[in-house]
């Protein structure tokens, strides 16, 4: 049985799902949360299927065992390879993955043009390729960003190598798109660099602030919301140099 002074585990192939836990924060700033991040395996868009779906059953079940009262999978390609397989694993807890915000873009714009930017797992998994047949009246553009999730890894978000990655990946669709979907979570991190690029005319989203009002509500239904009190951050990272944890402090915190 789970207590609502529990914490609520929140994953992540690395240091994106930082972008989610600040939803999660500003949403539930009385609860605890307990942040694992998966550097030393990062990226995970470029692996196979199979060993994304394994890293993130293993992650899941370190938290599990710590005991957290719910598991937020805040990265969209480990969503899109194993969030079923979890489910099915674990019927009795509350988990939540987060997905791409191709449906607040498919309200604001309903025929509009729409870049979906994201990770090459996610872009080619049935779960993102499902949600997308939902919006026939969109036009729909699957943009790849390999190397970003890297230099956000390495803190370089907002770097010039991070402008001139992204100016190549993104130059077909300047003035062209009426949002663009940052479907990975780690991508936020890069909104300035993406938004100077694009211009005011494209709306950027993402899925975290979904994904945190997803948990609330998820949690407020198992009557384990916590009581009004001072809320508690804990870092893990499979990589656990001094290094990750202090770029982690600084995402968190910026």
Do not use: W
Request: net charge negative; hydrophobic share 40%.
């Amino acid at each position: 049985m789970h207590s609502k002074k529990d914490y609520i585990g929140v994953f992540d192939s690395g240091l994106g799902g930082i972008s989610v836990l600040r939803e999660l924060v500003k949403a539930m700033p009385q609860e605890r949360f307990l942040y694992f991040g998966d550097s030393a395996n990062a990226p995970y868009g470029q692996k196979p299927v199979e060993t994304v779906r394994q890293l993130t059953l293993d992650a899941a079940e370190h938290l599990f065992s710590r005991g957290v009262k719910a598991l937020v999978v805040a990265c969209n390609t480990a969503t899109a390879a194993a969030i079923d397989i979890l489910r099915e694993q674990h019927p009795e807890e509350i988990i939540i993955g987060i997905e791409p915000a191709l449906k607040v873009a498919a309200d604001r714009f309903p025929t509009g043009q729409v870049g979906v930017m994201a990770t090459e797992v996610t872009l080619h998994e049935e779960k993102f390729l499902h949600l997308a047949e939902h919006y026939p009246a969109l036009g729909l553009h699957s943009i790849s960003a390999p190397g970003l999730v890297e230099l956000v890894e390495a803190g370089k978000g907002e770097s010039d190598e991070c402008e001139t990655l992204l100016r190549g990946i993104l130059a077909p669709y300047v003035g062209k798109l009426d949002a663009l979907v940052l479907g990975c979570t780690h991508y936020p991190f890069a909104r300035g660099v993406i938004s100077r690029i694009l211009g005011e005319r494209t709306q950027l989203l993402d899925g975290g602030a979904g994904t945190a009002r997803q948990t609330l509500r998820r949690l407020m239904e198992a009557d384990l919301l916590s009581p009004e009190g001072n809320g508690d951050i804990q870092m893990e990272n499979s990589l656990g140099t001094p290094e990750i944890f202090n770029r982690a402090m600084e995402l968190l915190n910026g």
